[in-house]
């Protein structure tokens, strides 16, 4: 009886959902209307000096670290999935390690390993016979080159990710029907294999290029003029607010191709074998083919995590030795950091909760504006694929409106003129966050959301409890687990987020982030390196989690 009662239809759940989703996209909207009223002077100025150089580069590094984070990815998730070595199970969830370590990091860590006086080029030299770098010095890190080498090998895992479960999935009987038709090995992996694989290397690639496309203190660090660096001067250095959103408005262009390499990815997965029997049985590799494979897979952990990580201890544990204990803002830093982190987690979390309740019920109640809503929690979405510094200049306008509204009640009503309510405080980096990282919260929820049988809430609503008493007493406690997983994965983000933080920020305000971005920008290294070791321990829990779900599908 109860799946014949049609669920009532509440319309505050909808228009709350679409509040969010025209919150996420106000300010692409704000970023096109200024974009393009601004003055053509500014467009002709770019396009002759600014635009040329930044998206020659921007493109160059997104074509390389797309290519390098392709063959690291596949190549390690095929060498751990087909084949049996030395340290194979550890390094099957080790791969995933340099997530935790955001790019910037990797790039303030190698400038001072690969410095010509660091340690790397002076043990070269102590082995060549040469007395100091004027006689042998290996190639600048800071350049192109370098930035492709190192955003490579920190991205690479968002492939490896999802191209090592298609291929834990994939039958072994077409591997071993193409063997049998005299097909080689390497032959196999090349017409078999890889091509079933491509929808999983397609969303990899993807998302490694927004990560690349939303940084800005590798590029920077590393003396690459990208688009990203450009909003950033543009902005700041030049005092050029119309022209930083010219430029913004340029790699939404960018960011729209990578959003529709993505979606038709996700698109043609549902073309992978679904008919398996059993899986890849790996074959045993011993002697000096062991040791080379397990060499093989582990370099990109050495390149990606355990160095950088290593020298950020050493580092950290010489400036304690030294100091005694960390200065006085860089523990403000940190709370600052925390504070901001844990109240962006908050919003998103209910941000993302009320967006993927209204797409339920509209969806159960069969309400006649539900695609509406559905194509809202499609919008709320897509602010993962907004670089830090678009979403900034985008959101600037939208927080100098509800500032000066917000103005203008409060002296209505008789009281002084609050100030920048939004802009001089935190609350634009919370705003900014939540905006950013909602994808994570909505994706988290639905996942949550259908595992949960629709009898049990038709249940409940025969027994005459509303819509909210449904989600509070039934669908909270089933989703604790769901919304404990993606709670920690936006709060790690938040910590990390640096291009956004850098432009929205108050006065005075700094967290780890954008502490580390001073240090390294003023050649310091010391108490830059602190705050980066404290990002990666922090960045370190969801990796080990999502290392262990990964172990648990790959078994499956």
């Excluded at 995933?96 to 790397?120: K, N, Q, R, S």
């Excluded at 079933?196 to 590798?218: C, F, H, K, Q, Y």
């Excluded at 933080?501 to 954008?514: C, E, G, K, M, S």
Aim: positive net charge; glycine residues 8%.
């Amino acid at each position: 009886m109860a799946s014949t009662i049609k669920p009532q239809h509440h319309p505050g759940w909808p228009l709350a959902a679409l509040f969010i989703a025209a919150c996420v996209l106000a300010p692409v909207v704000a970023l096109g209307w200024f974009a393009m009223h601004g003055e053509a002077g500014h467009w002709a100025h770019l396009l002759e000096f600014v635009l040329p150089t930044a998206l020659r580069n921007t493109v160059l590094l997104l074509l390389g670290v797309g290519i390098l984070a392709a063959c690291l990815g596949v190549g390690s998730a095929w060498l751990v999935t087909a084949y049996d070595f030395p340290l194979r199970a550890m390094l099957s969830w080790a791969l995933l390690l340099p997530l935790a370590v955001p790019t910037y990091i990797v790039a303030f860590a190698y400038l001072d390993i690969l410095h010509p006086l660091g340690p790397i080029q002076t043990l070269v030299r102590d082995l060549l016979g040469y007395d100091s770098p004027r006689q042998f010095r290996l190639p600048d890190l800071r350049s192109l080159p370098g930035a492709i080498f190192l955003l490579g090998f920190v991205l690479y895992p968002y492939v490896y990710l999802s191209t090592r479960i298609m291929f834990s999935t994939q039958s072994a009987s077409l591997l071993e029907a193409a063997r049998t038709l005299g097909a080689t090995g390497r032959s196999t992996f090349f017409r078999v294999a890889l091509p079933m694989a491509r929808p999983a290397i397609a969303v990899g690639v993807s998302l490694a290029l927004l990560e690349t496309l939303n940084d800005i203190g590798a590029s920077e660090f590393l003396g690459v003029q990208t688009l990203t660096v450009s909003v950033y001067t543009t902005w700041i250095t030049r005092n050029d607010l119309a022209g930083a959103a010219q430029i913004a408005l340029a790699m939404l262009v960018i960011v729209a191709a990578l959003v529709m390499l993505e979606r038709h990815g996700r698109r043609r997965q549902r073309y992978a074998d679904t008919q398996r029997t059993r899986n890849i049985r790996p074959l045993g590799l011993r002697g000096g083919a062991g040791v080379l494979a397990c060499l093989l897979g582990s370099l990109p952990v050495i390149i990606g995590f355990i160095a950088p990580a290593l020298y950020l201890l050493d580092a950290t544990l010489t400036r304690l030795h030294q100091v005694g204990g960390v200065s006085e803002q860089l523990l403000r830093s940190a709370g600052n950091t925390l504070y901001v982190a844990l109240a962006a987690t908050l919003l998103t979390v209910i941000c993302g909760l009320i967006v993927a309740w209204a797409a339920r019920i509209t969806r159960q109640a069969r309400a006649s504006k539900g695609w509406l809503v559905r194509t809202g929690a499609r919008i709320a979405t897509s602010g993962y694929a907004l670089p830090g510094t678009v979403l900034a200049i985008g959101l600037l306008m939208p927080f100098i409106f509800v500032d000066r509204l917000i103005a203008h009640l409060w002296t209505m009503l008789g009281h002084a003129d609050p100030g920048l309510v939004l802009m001089g405080s935190s609350a634009a980096l919370v705003v900014a966050y939540a905006i950013r990282f909602l994808a994570i919260s909505i994706g988290s929820v639905e996942a949550g959301l259908a595992r949960i049988p629709p009898s049990m809430e038709q249940a409940a609503r025969l027994l005459g409890e509303r819509p909210a008493g449904v989600l509070r007493r039934i669908h909270l406690p089933l989703l604790r687990p769901a919304l404990g997983a993606c709670a920690l994965l936006i709060f790690v983000d938040a910590m990390k987020e640096l291009s956004a933080t850098l432009l929205l920020r108050p006065v005075n305000f700094d967290t780890l982030a954008t502490w580390l971005y001073a240090e390294a920008a003023r050649g310091t290294y010391e108490e830059g390196a602190i705050a980066a070791l404290a990002i990666v321990i922090a960045g370190l829990l969801p990796v080990i989690i999502l290392a262990r779900t990964q172990l648990r599908v790959t078994r499956r």
